[in-house]
């Protein structure tokens, strides 16, 4: 059971969680939040929004609910009654506060619904309310943020509140279509058809820590398997575990996270970063690379001194900076996003959004980690059906709020396991493939490590593909060749020469751009260089991508890949 948050003129409240007693305004203080056992009481909508938006920054929509019994409900009692007795209970209209306000100074339209109200259900009124915000988000360009607290559909209402899952979703639908940001803040308890429409169509799903979410609640779940139910059940973690949810995000930190996911959304709507001044100039020495045509940068690139099986090992040091490392140093003000909406959260593939020299993008990466536990936690790096599903996710996200892509690819290779063929590995790598050849915004990815066959290729279809100087980028291991085409594994250096995997050799083929140099020895002596010079990079090669329209952008990149076929081979086609 959740505490309900205390009511006006009670000194002390007893917390649900701990049944401590608590002195009101010292809870209050705390925003509801038991500060002996961090149990998150539920909050009324007028609480709710005072925690959330600037003050005095709320203005209610002007639209009033109507009065409604469409199909002349009775139980016990009428429905005219219950819902006279939810509005005296409450000093609400209806079971959600709607209107427009700003956090931290970013506009958006709000829709805040009351769990009090008939247990938050959706209705007609409820439903056209939650649909006049997101049109009025709309007619004004500013992103919607949903908060809900629902049992489902309201019965009283019969199918007609069932109709309103998908009058909601065709205005979430509409914001998706404009390249508006739709957020919603799963809290407790988020069920039924709230749960199965808004609360996680949108582009990004926040919990509240302390929300269950679900479709069915767990005594229907119960009844129906005869089953008892594990520990944790629809719970935030839950969800986050099973790809439900971006994050979970305690009470004290919602209005931050909104402020950072609103903040980006207005950057990528305005492509106001592209205005933001250098914070540092770009070295003289590498933009000459820049406006050469990609596959010439071979030319400016060092020479392939050091050998190819070498440079295998180098790539594959667990001292090597990850994408997490590149986040921490290199980016500015990361906010992952988690989960691939289907069951899974990859942790082999971390994503989200982040600042680049104060520029907002969205970064992907595969992550591997430093110690034995980090590998083995991450699966080494080794992406499932559900890391590229969630890499996608987010892809397609940046490409419709208008904000650049850059990734970081650092993988032995997709994971080769049953599970993973299981969830249709070949199928999940294929269609980020295509879908990163026709997405209409800047993508540039980095090799920083291993770049290994199509789990990398499934990150590195972009405008511009750079290369660390000690990385390596293959169709398939050394090793896996060597026992392919050697008589023994232990051929792995010759064939490992024998691929040209190595940086200056992609560079002379045109299959990468660009190198970017690394500290002496190796990025891991100096991670924070090896930063430095990622950013630069990246910017360098980033900056010029900005202007070019999104249909060119695709055109280009498809020519780039494009003129892999035969004529770079060295035939003629058709030539006898
Ligand atoms: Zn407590």
Known sequence: MTATAPREGELWSRCAGCASLLYRKRLRR???????????????????????????????????????DPIEF?????????????????????AVVCGTATIGRHPCALAVMDFRFLGGSLG?????????????????????????????????????ALMQMATVSQAIAALREAGLLTVSVLTDPTYGG???????????????????????GPRVIRQVTGRALPEGFQTAAFLLRHGQVDMVVPRHALRGRLVALLAAARAG?????????????????????????????????????????????????????TTLDYLDTAFEGFVELHGDRLGADCPAVVGGLARLDGRHLMVIGHQKGHTTGELVARNFGMASPAGHRKALRLMRLAARLGLPVVTLVDTP???????????????????????????????VAVITGEGGSGGALALAVADRVLMLQHAVYSVIS???????????????????????????????????????????????????????????????????LLDVPPATLVRRRRQRFRRFGAARAGLRMGAR
């Open 124 to 160: 007609a009124a409820v439903g056209e309310l939650i649909t006049r915000a997101a049109e009025r988000a709309l007619e004004d360009g500013v992103p919607l943020v949903l908060v809900t607290a629902s049992g489902g559909a309201r019965m009283q209402e019969g199918a007609l």
């Open 478 to 544: 050394p090793e896996g060749c060597a026992a392919i085409l050697w008589p023994d594994r232990g051929a792995a250096p010759q064939a490992a020469r024998a691929l040209r995997l190595t940086g200056p050799d992609l560079c002379r083929l045109g299959v990468v751009d660009d190198l970017v140099p690394e500290p002496v020895p190796a990025a891991h002596h100096d991670p924070e260089a090896a930063a430095r010079a990622l950013r630069e990079a990246v910017l360098a090669h980033l900056l010029p």
């Open 413 to 443: 290779g997709a994971d080769p396991g049953v599970g993973a063929e299981e969830q249709g590995q070949a199928a999940a790598i294929a269609e980020n493939i295509l879908s990163l050849s026709v997405l209409p915004t800047p993508v």
């Open 30 to 68: 705390n925003l509801d939040v038991c500060p002996e056992c961090g149990e998150h009481a539920r909050l009324a909508a007028p609480e709710r929004l005072r925690q959330l938006v600037d003050a005095e920054s709320f203005t209610p929509l002007p639209d009033r609910p109507a009065e409604v």
């Open 269 to 321: 709507r305005r492509r106001a970063w592209r205005a933001v001044p250098r914070q540092a100039p770009v070295p003289a020495a590498r933009p000459a690379a820049v406006a050469d045509p990609p596959g010439t940068a071979a030319d400016a690139a060092p020479a392939a001194g050091a050998d190819a099986w070498a440079t295998v090992r180098l790539a594959r040091h667990p001292g090597r900076p």
């Open 74 to 94: 009775v139980d016990v009692l009428s429905y005219p009654h219950r819902l006279s007795a939810a509005r005296a209970g409450t000093g609400l209209a209806e």
């Open 194 to 216: 709230v749960a199965a429409s808004f609360a996680t169509n949108t582009d990004v799903v926040l919990a509240e820590s302390g929300a269950r979410m679900g479709f069915a």
